[in-house]
């Protein structure tokens, strides 16, 4: 069963504000990872953060993990117009070093 | 250019056809993956390469075919296709199969029709 669950399903937002996403899942992680995927492309790598980190910065991106609400968000902020994308996390859990994607989040970002 | 590269980025085969996707990698990675991902739903892991060798086939069938002649290179032989079979076909690779990250390709649109 599928092990990520981003929320929401679909974000839409002026340019400048900032954009916030969740991610839950239900068994105990390696890491979680975040990615980005432009329409029609392949998906683009952002943060990995292990399950004995609490937060993790990457420029405009901001990743927290909760392991105790199995839980994650990442932050965008003063997000751009070049930030329209879907947004997935991935889980690597027990002895599988494959990640499990859930199934996204839509950011659509105004100018 | 994310350093994995899939040919061709779009496909249009018929039921009866044979068609090979193809995805190289030149990042020094010595694991890759094959992703289907439809519409509407989770990406799916088809087929998991770790050293050439195969490590996972997730339950696909076998009108899917993958070939990793080396760690470079990555082939998905595709034949008596369904229509539900079209998607997006992603490649990936990653370096020790753990806590790195992948990257990926930037897919091959199939259609069947």
């Known amino acids: 069963s599928q092990q990520g669950e981003e929320d929401p399903q679909a974000l839409s937002i002026q340019e400048g504000e900032n954009a916030t996403m969740n991610c839950s899942y239900k068994?105990?992680?390696?890491?979680l990872q975040w990615y980005r995927q432009n329409s029609g492309r392949g998906l683009v790598h952002l943060i990995l953060?292990?399950?004995?980190?609490r937060e993790k910065h990457s420029g405009r991106l901001r990743v927290t993990l909760d392991t105790s609400k199995k839980s994650s968000s990442l932050l965008i902020t003063a997000s751009r117009a070049a930030d329209t994308a879907s947004y997935f996390c991935?889980?690597?859990?027990?002895?599988?070093?494959?990640?499990?994607f859930g199934r996204g989040t839509s950011l659509i970002v105004h100018p | 250019e994310t350093g994995v590269t899939q040919t061709p980025r779009h496909l249009v085969m018929g039921m009866t056809n044979k068609k090979s996707l193809k995805c190289e990698q030149h990042?020094?990675?010595?694991?890759m993956y094959w992703y289907k991902q439809s519409a509407k739903k989770p990406l799916e892991l088809m087929f998991v390469?770790?050293?050439?060798?195969?490590?996972e086939n997730n339950s696909v069938p076998s009108r899917f075919s993958p070939e990793c002649p080396n760690s470079s290179h990555l082939f998905l032989h595709l034949h008596t296709l369904q229509p539900e079979d079209s998607a997006l076909y992603l490649c990936?690779?990653?370096?020790?199969?753990?806590?790195?990250?992948?990257?990926f390709g930037s897919g091959t649109r199939l259609t069947v029709v």
């Open positions: 068994t105990s992680i390696n890491n």
């Open positions: 990042l020094g990675h010595n694991a």
């Open positions: 990936a690779s990653s370096q020790d199969q753990a806590n790195y990250g992948y990257t």
């Open positions: 991935a889980t690597e859990t027990g002895g599988s070093y494959i990640p499990t």
């Open positions: 953060i292990r399950s004995n980190e």
């Open positions: 390469y770790n050293f050439k060798e195969q490590t």
